[in-house]
Structure formats: C-alpha cells, structure tokens
C-alpha cells in the first residue's frame, strides 16, 4: 500500500474501502521501517493512535462520519502545546514537559477526526538548526537522507514527503513552513497573519508567526487548512472574520487571474539555480496557457525585507528567550543561541526603526501590486544541499524569498516544481493578498494538476 | 567583517548581561557582520517624524465601552 493523499483516504474511507485503523497502522508500520533514518518523529503516540483510529472507525460505521479529515494520519510540530504528551520545542531546555492544554489548532484538527501519530522535529524553538547537538538529532530529507530538509518544519516536511502521515502542522516565521515543504518537494502554506490562532503554540516572534498544514498535495492543505482555521478571542492577532471555502477554487484553471512576477527577486537579488527558475517558468506558462495574465511587477528589493523581518524577529525571539540565555546558555543548541542572541545586541531604537520600515514596505508592495491576484517566486533558491555543509551564518548572508510575506502577513505557499540535477524536488512559491487563499489554492492547484510530479515519491531504502 | 570594533562588541555583549567565553564571543562577532548591514538599512529611509510602526497600541482591544 502506498500512502494515499488525505483526498484519496477521505473518499475510500467514505466509501468504507479503507479503514482508518488499517491506515494508522501503515503509517505506524512505515513510521518503524523508515524513521531511524529519517528522525522525523521525536515521540510517536501509537496507542493513543490506533485508539483514536478506532474511534474513527466506529463513528463511520455508526454513519457519524465528521467529514474528510476523520480518521486521517497527521503529526503535529513539537512547538504545538498537546495536551498530556511531552511538548520538546526539540529543546534540552523543555525536556519532559507537558501540558495541560491542546493548542486551539490541535483541538481543532482533532475534532475533525484527525489521528495524531505523535510529535515531530523542529528546529530547536523553530529557529536554530540543523543541530547536532540537542537530545535527538535532527530530521533528514526523505529524497536523500544525506541532505537538509530545512526548517524549522523539518519533521513534519520530512514525514509528509516519505508517507508517513498524510499531513502536519507548521509554523512560519520567516519561511518555516515553505522552506522544508520547498527541500521535501510537498505543499505547504502560510496563511494570512491572523487566520489560525497560534494560542498553545510555542511563539517564536509574535507578529511574525504563523500556524499552517503541509501536506501532499495542494487539495490536502486546502483540505487541512479549513479545519485549522478560525477565529480565537484570546488570540490578540486573530483575525475576526468568516473562514471562506478553501476548496472553492479547486479543480478549476487559472482563467482570468492576474499573476504578478517580482523577476528581480530570483534573478537579480537572489539569482536561483537553474533547475528552480525552470520550475518558475514551467508554471507561469501553465497559468499563461490557461488563460491568466502574466504581468512583471518591481518591489522593494529581497534584502530590504530580509532586514526588517530578521531585526524583529530576533528581537521578539530574544525578548522571549532572554532569561534562559542568562542562566542556561549551555543548554541551547549552539547554532540557535548564536542566532538569536544577535536579538540582544540590538537597541531598542533599532527595533522600532525596523517596525516603521515594516509599515513602509508593506505599503510599497501593496502600491506596486495594484489590479494583481498573485505573485509568483522562487521558494527557496536550489534543491537542498547536504546537511553538514548548511553554515551558521547562511541565513543571514543571503536573502530568504519566504520573509516577504511574513513581513506583509500575505498568504503564501511552496508547490513542487519539478526536480533538479541531484534528483532533489525544486518549488514554487505563490503568494496572494490577505485572506485570498482561496485564489492561492486555485492557482496552486491549477499547476499541481497540470504537471505530474505528485506522481514521484522518495525512494527510501529501509 | 564588522564594523563595529571588537571592543565596542563586546560593550553590546555586557549589556545584553551575557557572561560568554572570548571564543563564544569571536563567534557571535563574525555574525554580526551580517547584522549590521540589515541595521543600516531599516535606519535609513529619511522617513519622516510622522512615520509610525507597523504594530500601534489599538485600546478597544482593552474594552470600549462603560460598565
């Protein structure tokens, strides 16, 4: 059995083709087989999982089914609070934690029939990595284990493009979902700022982070973003308005959508590898080919967004992690202390010069995208490289292409473009305006469906 | 290469309250070379007195109305 799409195991689930307990049990069964390489899993709640599989299959046998996530494998980061079982963050500082509180997402995806196969890898507090020197090691790319995943999502990217669940849960800060969705060839969005509550989830830097899926598939994040998302009143940043139908533009072309390319942001300011930029091209001229608009747009350059969301981002990271960097430095993963005590160094004055250019920027992309729906980048510059060879100082030296939208809030999402020289998956990234994810899934899915890459999973040797 | 000297780093260093090693320190400094350019560029815009930040204090989210 090959792990279906979550669209697929909804729809053989319904039809009572598939039980949920036979699938939990082949995800536990792949889980065994392939996850000493991968390192993907910190804890996995087998059962807890096959009770809740059971569960699941009892409703659909009762005709009580709660729709097409129920009885579906997922994990969850280990930055999202669950209740009763141990929260890491991947941490030697939050060892044997655990709390008493699901985080509101958690509750969510549960009620929606989701089986948790447990707690995956992060970067350590979603920021340092990869690490070598924290309690469990880190997450290794399913297309080639000697190469990175990213991160900080770096389980839940990994466990996704090896079949392990059919979906997970991420957070983005500056790239955290679509830089490990990029390197393991899935889907995975960012959503607008404020339309998942991030309550129960560990924070990194408050008005940058967002809670988002990743999955196989552009239908699958659709699919897992409705139940994700919602208003939460304790949530300061939520977003008090009604959740659309993501799956509203699924299936259809991309006709009549005006696509906007900042082409100097992969070309100029970041020049990608050539495997990426064809990627690039082989979706605009699907889009093109369906009838949607192709129009160059020029923003404010990659660097200049870079600058503004790494100055406030380390500067909320530290405000949060300072006491512990004054009693328990040596308990921090080298590579996350290194970065985040730069938010230390800087003055008050230069965060909030930060916070006005914030304000500036997201002014000047809103002026130079006028009458557009979408904007279309890379997602990260080239295929993943080897893990040992990611360098401390590498996402600080270059420019990200994910950032932009942490920055801004848009919604934005990594789709598989292709492969390149060294048989790693290549993206996309799309973004779109705020709370126009319904357009982004369009678009996004649109191209999924017009390529056959969905069809090429890794090939582990177990 | 930063700009800033190794002397002054270090002064940012004690006031951050961090007790590090010359070598924990010689790293942090490298890095910080990446740091000051992106400082420069949020610095320097000539924006106005008026310009705002992106995150004002909104006081309805404290409660509006009298009990």
């Known amino acids: 059995m090959q792990t279906p799409t979550i669209a697929e195991a909804a729809r053989l689930i319904a039809a009572r083709k598939l039980s949920p307990v036979e699938l939990t049990q082949h995800c536990l069964d792949r889980i065994k087989t392939v996850d000493g390489t991968l390192h993907s899993f910190i804890q996995v709640t087998s059962e807890r999982a096959l009770a809740d599989a059971s569960a699941a299959e009892a409703r659909l046998m009762a005709g009580a089914s709660r729709g097409p996530l129920d009885g579906i494998p997922i994990g969850h980061k280990d930055i999202y609070g669950t209740r009763g079982i141990a929260t890491t963050a991947h941490s030697k500082l939050l060892e044997g934690w655990v709390p008493t509180e699901d985080a509101v997402t958690v509750t969510k995806l549960a009620d929606a029939g989701t089986i948790m196969l447990g707690k995956l890898a992060t970067h350590e507090f979603a920021f340092g990595g990869p690490s070598f020197d924290l309690p469990w090691p880190p997450a290794r790319n399913p297309w080639n284990p000697d190469h990175f995943t990213s991160g900080s999502s770096s389980g839940t990217g990994a466990a996704v493009a090896a079949g392990l669940i059919l979906g997970g849960t991420g957070s983005d800060t500056g790239g955290s979902i679509r830089g490990p969705a990029a390197f393991c060839g899935i889907a995975g969005i960012k959503p607008t700022y404020g339309l998942c509550s991030r309550r129960g989830i560990l924070p990194l830097s408050f008005s940058l982070d967002h809670a988002g899926p990743m999955a196989w598939t552009v239908e699958d994040c659709a699919i897992l973003l409705q139940a994700m998302a919602g208003y939460d009143p304790i949530d300061p940043a939520s977003a008090d308005r009604p959740v659309p139908d993501f799956s509203a533009g699924l299936g259809r072309d991309a006709k009549g959508l005006r696509i906007g390319v900042p082409r100097h942001w992969h070309e100029t300011d970041f020049p990608v590898e050539d495997a990426v930029q064809q990627g690039i091209d082989r979706a605009l001229a699907v889009w093109s080919g369906q009838g949607a608009e192709i129009i160059d747009v020029v923003l404010p350059s990659l660097q200049e967004y870079q600058a503004a969301n790494f100055i406030i981002l380390v500067a909320e990271a530290y405000a949060l992690h300072e006491p512990w960097f004054r009693t328990r430095w040596n308990d921090y993963g080298e590579l996350l202390r290194d970065r985040m005590v730069m938010g230390g160094l800087i003055s008050a004055a230069d965060h909030l010069q930060a916070l006005r250019r914030r304000r500036e920027i997201c002014m000047l992309t809103a002026e130079a995208t006028a009458g557009i729906d979408l904007l279309v980048t890379a997602a990260a510059p080239g295929e993943a490289p080897r893990i040992d060879s990611v360098q401390k100082w590498t996402n600080l030296a270059k420019p990200g292409f994910t950032a932009p939208f942490n920055l801004t809030g848009w919604p934005a999402m990594s789709v598989c473009s292709g492969f390149g020289p060294g048989g790693l998956p290549v993206s996309v990234q799309i973004a779109a305006k705020p709370f126009q994810e319904v357009k982004l899934f369009q678009a996004a899915d649109a191209f999924e469906r017009a390529t056959h890459y969905r069809a090429k999973r890794p090939a582990l040797v177990s | ?67």
């Open chain 2, 1 to 67: 290469m930063a700009n800033t000297s190794r002397e002054d780093f270090e002064a940012l260093v004690r006031r951050a309250g961090l007790s590090l090693t010359p070598e924990q320190i010689s790293t942090i400094y490298e890095g910080w070379g990446y740091v000051e350019p992106m400082l420069a560029r949020v610095r320097t815009h000539g924006r106005g007195r008026e310009a705002e930040p992106a995150h004002i204090f909104r006081p309805e989210m404290f409660g509006t109305e009298a009990d």
